[in-house]
Structure formats: C-alpha cells, structure tokens
C-alpha cells in the first residue's frame, strides 16, 4: 500500500510540475508576442488616407537612348509614375525632431506641401507631406528616418503614363470641340441659338481650364516625388530585460498554477464527497430492503 501511495504521489507530481512548466513557457511566449503587436499597431493607421485633395505629384522616367537623341527625349516626356515613401516616426524630443525635420526638407529644396499639427504638450503629432525633386527622392528617405524612433517606413511607386495619355488625349478633344463651337458661333443665327451655343462654349471652356490643372501637375517644372511623413510625442519604449521577462512568467504561473490545484483539490473533495454520500445511501436502501423484508 506504501509503494502504491508512493507511485501515484510521484506520477500527480510529475503532471503537476509539468502543468507549471507549461504555464511558463507559455507566459514567456506571450510575453514576446504581446510586445510585438502593441508596438506594431500603435502606428497602424495612415494618417494621409483621410484627407482628401492632396498635392500630386508625378515625375519623368529619364531614359536614354544610345544613337537617338530625339527618341530618348520622346520616351522620357511620356513615362510618367507617382513615387510615394511613408515614414512614421516616434520621438522623445519633438519640438527638437520637429526643427530637425524642417531643417533636412530645406537643405533638399524640397517643398513642405502640406503641414498638420495635432495634440497637446506630451502628446503631439506632425503630419508633413513633402515634394522633392526625384534625383533627390532616395537621399531624403534615407536622412529623415535618421530622426527620431522610426516605426514603419514605405515605398510606392504608381505608373501613371496611361492615365497622362488619357489626359492629353481628352484635352486634343476638347480643343476641337472648342474650335468647331467657335466656328459655329462666328456664322450667327437666332438669339435662343446663340444663347445655347455660348453657354455650351463656356461649360467645354471650363472643363480645359479643370484639365489643365490636372495636366499641369505632369510639367517638368512641377515634377516631385512624395514624402509622406507622420511623427509622434512619446517617451521611447524600453526594451524589456530577459530576467524581467522571467520574474513576469514565475509571479504569472505561480498564481494560475495556485487557480488550478486549488480548484482541482475542490473538485476532488466535492466528488468525493458526493460518492460518500452515495455509497450512504446504498447502504441505508439496503438496510431498509432487509427491514422491509
């Protein structure tokens, strides 16, 4: 009976200890990933997709060509494409990081686009959306993530030579519109007429003056690539040491570890109880049968 006792004390034992290594390695690992999620989603949210009419900018692909000047100078005023980096920043020293920032756009000549400021004092964002000049587009993201904790960065790059086609090819039209509305005008006729035509002169002349805003933005002169760039106020995180990590999972386990003996040691009792007391009645039914008899 001895040996018995000693057998199924060892083997609980071996369970029991087993369950808390469990727990730990568990806390451990969750620890880790817990960590990981909350820096990451502290900066989830793109700042830039909610705001509507945005400076675009569209640069040239410069491309030559060997023994044909004139075709090389074709190719590179038709490939047009958007570049856009997104960089989110964390820092410490905002006011600092801020001039700092400023600071880097002017020595680029870049062109701060569109400025945002949000937050009170130890909780302060700036939103930058900067125009740089596509030479220089490489060096600039790379020296403004030198600023503050960076926390996720971004390149795209959109081919946008289809939609210049297009464009272009939209305004051809609406100069011939235009002319031949002209030349009917010129050759008179009724009032009513003329009233109609000249309101019709003015709704195609508007819709040019639209298309040559939007084609403007493709000029040589005007051709940029974006930097979007979003910086938060906020002490820097720590990192958390190994030994800390530890001391969280022994404190963690330790209790849950004491949750579940403590509610096993109840369950045991109450079922044991429970078979007691139905062993009782078994024995009092079985009384009352001889009695009975």
């Not at 490939?79 to 400023?102: N, R, Y």
């Not at 190994?242 to 849950?256: G, M, N, P």
């Not at 429970?274 to 049968?289: G, M, Q």
Request: glycine letters at 4%; aromatic letters at 10%.
């Amino acid at each position: 009976m001895t040996i018995n006792f000693k057998t199924r004390f060892w083997k609980t034992s071996k369970w029991f200890v087993g369950l808390f290594i469990l727990l730990f390695i568990f806390r451990i690992i969750y620890g880790y990933v817990a960590t990981e999620t909350n820096n990451g989603n502290d900066y989830s949210d793109n700042f830039f997709s909610s705001i509507d009419n945005l400076r675009k900018n569209y640069a040239s692909e410069k491309m030559v060509m060997k023994n044909d000047v004139q075709a090389s100078q074709n190719v590179a005023s038709n490939q047009k494409f958007e570049k856009t980096a997104s960089i989110k920043a964390k820092t410490s020293e905002f006011e600092k990081d801020e001039k700092q920032l400023k600071a880097k756009t002017k020595s680029f000549n870049a062109v701060i686009q569109y400025e945002q400021n949000l937050g009170q004092k130890g909780n302060r964002q700036i939103h930058l959306l900067i125009g740089v000049n596509p030479v220089l587009f490489d060096s600039l993201y790379v020296e403004l993530q030198k600023i503050g904790v960076i926390k996720a960065t971004e390149i795209t790059k959109v081919d946008k030579t289809n939609e210049y086609r297009e464009l272009n090819a939209k305004k051809a039209s609406i100069e011939k519109t235009l002319q031949s509305l002209n030349e009917l005008k010129a050759k008179g006729g009724q009032i009513s007429d003329f009233v109609a035509l000249n309101d019709k002169i003015l709704e195609i002349e508007e819709k040019a003056q639209e298309l040559g805003v939007e084609l403007g933005n493709f000029d040589a002169e005007n051709e940029f690539c974006t930097v979007k760039l979003s910086m938060y106020e906020g002490a820097t995180e720590k990192n958390i040491s190994f030994i800390h990590r530890i001391k969280v999972a022994l404190e963690w386990s330790i209790k849950y570890f004491a949750i579940i003996a403590l509610t096993t040691l109840v369950l045991s009792l109450t079922i044991f109880v429970l078979l007691l007391i139905v062993d009782k009645l078994k024995i009092i039914n079985a009384i009352n049968k001889k009695l009975n008899e």
